[in-house]
Nanobody
Framework: QVQLVESGGGLVQAGGSLRLSCAAT????????MRWYRQTPGSQRELVAV???????NYADSVKGRFTISRDNNKNTEYLQMNSLKPEDTAVYYC?????????????????WGQGTQVTVSS
């Protein structure tokens, strides 16, 4: 089985920075696109950033220029560096990854989610 384990959330003042990490563990053959989402109570989960296997990235307009997504393929880990944080960035942040697992009988490609980490930005 594959698990995505997140870390790095917390409470920060407006203008501050946080760095989220998400490590994938298990019988992993390859990791394709990796993403970060966020969700506030009563709202749908919002795509924040995505990074492809070639390192190309895309961001939600609301975080462009402030957030940076990156990945370390040797560690099966993705990161989200969040700078110039605003109160409206307060949410539970979830990592997501498209992963191919290896088995004795072959491979299987599926989507996996982290457990979520709370980010709270005070004004």
């Amino acid at each position: 089985q594959v698990q995505l384990v997140e870390s790095g959330g917390g409470l920060v003042q407006a203008g501050g920075s946080l760095r989220l990490s998400c490590a994938a563990t298990g019988s992993i053959s390859s990791i394709h696109a990796m993403r970060w989402y966020r969700q506030t109570p009563g709202s749908q989960r919002e795509l924040v950033a995505v990074i492809s296997t070639d390192g190309s990235t895309n961001y939600a307009d609301s975080v462009k220029g402030r957030f940076t997504i990156s990945r370390d393929n040797n560690k099966n880990t993705e990161y989200l560096q969040m700078n110039s944080l605003k109160p409206e960035d307060t949410a539970v942040y979830y990592c997501n990854a498209d992963i191919t697992m290896s088995f004795i009988w072959g491979t299987r490609r599926s989507d996996y989610w982290g457990q979520g980490t709370q980010v709270t930005v005070s004004s």
